[in-house]
């Protein structure tokens, strides 16, 4: 994907925030923050990062620079900033808000597919969105104000299976946003820097991970099938998904081994093969990367058992690989 050149300038002023560094792991794919009135008045300079950005305003008078536009939001308004986007806030003391960012692959199934590419790739892809601000007259009829409220609530509860329910509110106001943007006769703004061929390659290359993940898959090969040089389309895929070609297989074969240790009753290492892992001891450490905790202790979460030990087969196979 290519970069106009007043985005790249306006990323070269900003500061990249790396949300999941700030959690101190891989495995967050949302955040939601609900900020009451301050008493003074506080700016956030210019940054940008991987996730997609919803603030809500509650209360008040925020004011936001999204890639060099100013925009001025009141009580019920909406703003959308894209990932990778550039931008700052400045908020009046009495203004209050919730703040929603997201992992823009939190909007793919787990088993991803054409249409995903067709319909969520263009936006992710894009260097903005179709249209900035919602104001408050066309939400107050719709349940998007009560979607946001409630994936803040889900998040600050932590309640049991409060992850899922966050996805799907977010998949809910997406799609919400997808369908306005059709009826409206708004297009992702994506003619300039990426073409329907650049679609067209990225959907054959994420479906030829869903096919073959188990096996051995190369970006030397992808490259290959796209017609692309090794270098080239490591960039292209990197500027594409937001991600580096061994991050996304990586994530693939995580959430497919997600699905063997929900519905069967298969060892670690059985998991690890089928999922085209090399070795136990490395899926062990890639899935706690991803997931923040082992698959053992992901099982008995989902099935509400005792996690308050790792099994020591987990403990023996992780000890083992950080000894070579």
């Not at 007043?6 to 949302?30: G, L, M, P």
């Not at 136990?280 to 905790?293: D, L």
Request: neutral net charge.
């Amino acid at each position: 994907m290519s970069i106009t050149l007043s985005h790249a300038a306006s990323i070269a002023k900003a500061q990249y925030e790396d949300i999941r560094k700030s959690f101190n792991t891989d495995a967050v794919s949302f955040c939601a923050h609900y900020h009451e009135r301050s008493g003074l008045p506080s700016e956030i300079p210019a940054h940008y990062h991987e996730y997609i950005e919803l603030i809500y305003v509650i209360e008040g008078t925020f004011v936001a620079t999204v890639s060099g536009r100013d925009f001025i939001l009141n009580g019920g308004d909406l703003l959308i900033v894209n990932a990778n986007e550039p931008h700052s806030f400045y908020r009046k003391a009495e203004s209050k808000f919730i703040c929603l960012q997201f992992d823009p692959f939190l909007l793919f199934s787990s088993i991803r597919t054409s249409f995903e590419a067709r319909f969520i790739m263009p936006f992710i892809i894009s260097s903005s969105s179709p249209q900035r601000v919602v104001k408050k007259a066309e939400l107050e009829t719709t349940f998007i104000p009560s979607l946001i409220h409630n994936v803040q609530n889900e998040y600050s509860q932590k309640d049991y299976g409060y992850e899922l329910a966050v996805r799907s509110d977010i998949c809910r106001i997406f799609l919400w946003f997808l369908r306005k943007w059709r009826a409206q006769g708004l297009e992702m703004e994506i003619k300039d820097s990426v073409r329907n061929e650049d679609i067209e390659r990225l959907e054959k290359v994420l479906e030829y991970i869903d096919q073959h993940y188990m096996h051995t898959v190369s970006a030397d090969k992808m490259a290959k099938l796209c017609n692309m040089s090794y270098s080239y389309f490591s960039r292209f895929f990197k500027a594409s998904v937001g991600r580096s070609f061994s991050e996304y297989l990586t994530y693939v074969r995580v959430t497919e081994a997600e699905k063997r240790l929900i519905s069967t009753g298969k060892s670690i290492s059985q998991i690890a093969y089928e999922t085209g892992f090399t070795n136990a001891s490395y899926f062990i450490t890639q899935f706690k990367r991803y997931r923040n905790m082992t698959p053992k202790k992901f099982k008995q979460r989902l099935f509400n058992e005792d996690i308050s030990l790792e099994s020591s087969d987990e403990k023996e196979i992780v000890s083992v690989y950080a000894a070579r």
